[in-house]
């Protein structure tokens, strides 16, 4: 199986059902190629259209985008047209960085004035930071263990960042929230065991999203 799940293309040839592109037109290829018929998609999810994650399908269910022509299902809901002037490399990040980040933020459902963290700042939960800052947290606490990582998140949003390699951080969060811990966490790095330091940091009635893969290849962050 060809691997790579997005990219920046050109279109070759269009099906019948396609209205929206034509060959020539430059497009950006999300890493999430959905079925937009299915139940899964209707509700919000659509990553898991078909199964769990089965909405992810190049490099899982089908050859991937590192080869030289790729078929895309659903091209009108699942390509976007390059903008004008836009580099290839910043389009890059638009097909699943930016995306992604801005799903966990989605996930979590940020209320104004709530006690957000995000725990993982690679470029995923840098993102995430973002999307979580425009949503009106009241604090935001960005935790890992690279100080530029949260230099950048500071620049990016977040009220405070939290070295994981210095303090325990469900100590820190419980201790910044008088008690009460997190009304949302951010999952975007770590493994299982930064699953269940989140959901220990998370008070009652909170959410959590997560766009961290939990399986055998996850590594701590």
Same mark, same amino acid.
């Given at each position: ?17 396609? &209205? ?21 998609? =209707? ?13 992810? /399908?190049?490099? &899982? %269910? /089908? ?9 895309? !299902? ?5 390509? #976007? ?26 996930? #979590?459902? @940020? =209320? ?22 425009? =949503?009106?947290?009241?604090? +935001? %606490?960005?935790?890992? &263990? &690279? ?14 960042? @939290? ?18 811990? $997190?009304?949302?966490? +951010?999952? $975007?790095?770590?493994? !299982?065991?930064?699953?269940? =330091? #989140? ?7 909170? /959410?959590?999203?997560?766009? !961290?893969?939990?399986?055998? +290849?996850?590594?701590?962050?």
């Amino acid at each position: 199986m060809i691997l790579g799940h997005e990219a920046v293309a050109e279109v070759v040839e269009v099906g019948s059902l396609v &209205n929206h592109f034509k060959p020539g037109d430059k497009v950006i290829v999300s890493a999430i190629t959905p079925d937009w018929n299915d139940p899964a998609s =209707q509700l919000g999810y659509s990553q898991h259209s078909g199964g769990m994650l089965a909405g992810w /399908k190049f490099s &899982n %269910f /089908k050859d991937g985008v590192f080869a030289e022509y790729f078929h895309v !299902n659903d091209a009108d809901g699942n390509l #976007a047209l390059l903008p004008e002037g836009m580099s290839l490399s910043d389009a890059a990040m638009i097909c699943d960085m930016v995306p992604t980040g801005v799903h966990c933020a989605e996930l #979590a459902d @940020i =209320q104004y004035g709530d006690d957000v963290c995000v725990i993982g700042l690679g470029p995923v939960g840098l993102m995430a930071t973002a999307a979580a800052a425009l =949503q009106g947290p009241g604090h +935001l %606490f960005a935790i890992d &263990n &690279n100080p530029e990582r949260g230099k950048v998140a500071l620049e990016y949003g977040a009220s405070e960042f @939290i070295d994981f390699s210095k303090v325990d951080i469900l100590d820190a969060i419980m201790k910044k929230t008088d008690g009460r811990g $997190a009304d949302r966490v +951010l999952i $975007a790095g770590g493994n !299982n065991d930064t699953f269940g =330091q #989140a959901i220990a940091m998370l008070k009652a009635g909170g /959410k959590v999203g997560s766009v !961290n893969y939990l399986g055998s +290849l996850a590594s701590a962050i």
